[in-house]
């Protein structure tokens, strides 16, 4: 695990590093950008095993595999309608990589998780291209996109209810 800096933030986490990190980072800095502006205590990444549920997908924050924005605020209902398009959004450029604690039961909604081994295809393959937009002007994080698109929607709206029936 590193301290890895979000860029245009002012943020850190701890994650691992690699494919997971180009992909965490990438949702944190959307989430910051286009949900609600973060402070520094609303972030958290790795945890030590021992107090968090086993086996429970907030596990994966002892593997550096997932991140908490807004720790503490992961009640169902914690994000207004245009804030949940916003993530699901999100969720939908990460191509399936990423679940969100928010389709989870019991809810977590401050709880955003790889949902593949981290050495699965699909995982390099979202992490090259974040990794190719971040450096791209014009591309990734911080560019306006509309959420409300219909094919952003639906493509959304698709990934949900994949992510809902596992």
Known sequence: MW???????????????????????????????????????????????GGLKKGA????????????????????????????????DILADCEGVVRWGGDDDPVDESLFYIGLGPDDDRVRKVADRFRVQEVTPGLGAGVTVDVLAPSRRERAKRLHREQRSH
């Open 3 to 49: 301290t890895r800096p979000v860029s245009g933030t002012g943020l850190e986490v701890d994650v691992r590093i690699g494919d997971v990190e180009a992909i965490l980072l990438h949702v944190v800095r959307r989430y910051h950008y286009e949900v609600e502006q973060l402070p520094g205590v609303d972030l958290a990444g790795w945890q030590p095993i």
């Open 57 to 88: 997908p907030e596990s994966n924050l002892a593997s550096g595999t997932a991140v908490r924005i807004r720790p503490g605020a992961g009640a169902s209902g914690s994000l207004f309608p245009l804030q949940v398009l916003t993530v699901r």
